[in-house]
């Protein structure tokens, strides 16, 4: 089994394929992701496992520069994706080399592998696990909902709560209206819905750019879509949801503060929902909420939201950081919570 980094467009086109096809890949592990994060200061390196030219393994390793330090730190995010237990070990070691000849501190990586999967757990004793708690410190979420899309519509929209029903009814009966956005200008409606959704729910949001280039990278490509929704032509909100082989994500959503007794939001998850299983997807990600569960927390709401839609909760194995450089990565640790407040780590 060999590693090497893809470039040219037909490995790239391989590397992609690979990861679509994989029940575990994710978006934010082809090199489209790269390319995204490559306006915003991370260099991708797409590294793969081979078996006789077959992809066995991939890892989209970004990578990023310290300042004034002289080196970096590399992240998988979703990743990474692997066929078997040999090509898992490939690519660790493959990236453990690479690394070290980038000078990197570590490598975190975040895989989206059910908590205690076996062929994780032979490999943790050479990685360090990221205490992230049980609702948002990790860079993605530990925690998600994921509501199956194999059955008909009818039978998915039986098996919601019955106020969620009710809810999607009502917006329909008021005559609210989901949009499929095929102009790039929508973006100019959706942004400030964004900015009145972070102010309200006190969260920070990314630079009308980012959300400029990622039109360009992914919507283009088809496997990032904006919805909007609308009534009586006044947008009450939006979302961008993400597609790759099976499985369709919810990622960014946006609500205005006027008229949400009309139940906006219900009407635009069922129209994504509807949308991801038109093209065949088996699985609607609504991503993550958090692990504690009690009522009281303020964040419950959102799994109360999303258990409404039949969706289910679903813990990863969380975060995890192999280290390079040991005394590097003990100052990492240190001047980590610096760092994550200027980089505003935790956004997609």
């Known amino acids: 089994m060999e ?31 790269g390319e995204l994060k490559a306006n915003t200061g991370w260099q991708a390196l797409p590294l793969a496992v081979l078996d006789q030219g077959q992809i ?23 990743g990474p994706v692997f066929s078997n ?44 696990q990221v205490p992230t708690g049980l609702d948002f410190a990790g860079v993605q979420p530990k925690f998600v909902m994921t509501l199956d899309i194999s059955p008909p519509l009818d039978v998915i929209l039986g098996n ?51 959300f400029e280039d990622l039109w360009d990278t992914l919507v283009t490509r088809k496997v990032a879509q904006l919805f909007m929704v609308y009534h009586q032509e006044q947008a009450l909100g939006g979302a961008i949801a993400f597609r790759l082989g099976k499985r369709a994500w919810y990622v960014y959503g946006a609500s205005s503060n006027e008229k949400r007794n009309l139940q906006a939001n219900y009407a635009l998850q069922w129209e994504m929902i509807r949308w991801a299983k038109s ?10 909420v958090s692990g504690n569960l009690d ?25 995890y950081d192999l280290p390079i450089s040991n005394v590097g990565y003990k100052l990492w640790q240190i001047s980590m919570p610096v760092y994550q407040k200027i980089t505003n780590r935790g956004r997609v």
Request: hydrophobic content about 35%.
């Open 3 to 33: 590693a090497k980094l893809l470039q040219d467009q037909q490995e790239l086109h391989m590397f992609n394929h690979y990861v679509a096809s994989h029940p575990n890949g994710d978006v934010l592990q082809t090199s489209y992701w």
């Open 279 to 288: 093209f065949g997807c088996l699985i609607y990600d609504f991503r993550g």
């Open 160 to 210: 919601m709560k019955s106020k969620t029903r009710y809810n999607i009814r009502y917006a329909n009966r008021q005559k609210v209206k989901v949009r499929i956005s095929q102009n790039k200008e929508d973006l100019k409606v959706f942004y400030p819905l964004l900015q009145e959704t972070a102010e309200r729910d006190r969260f920070t949001i990314r630079s009308y750019q980012y």
């Open 56 to 78: 066995k393994g991939t890892a989209l390793i970004l990578k990023r520069q310290l300042p004034l330090l002289g080196k970096c730190i590399f992240y998988s995010p979703r």
């Open 85 to 128: 237990t040999a090509a898992l070990q490939g690519l660790i070691k493959a990236g453990k080399k690479l690394a070290k000849e980038h000078q990197a501190i570590f490598w975190k990586m975040d895989p989206p592998l059910l908590k205690d999967d076996p062929q994780w757990e032979e490999i943790t004793d050479q990685l360090v």
């Open 295 to 319: 009522p009281a927390n303020p964040l419950y709401g959102l799994y109360r939201f999303k258990s409404g839609f039949d969706a289910q909760l679903i813990e990863y194995v969380g975060e």
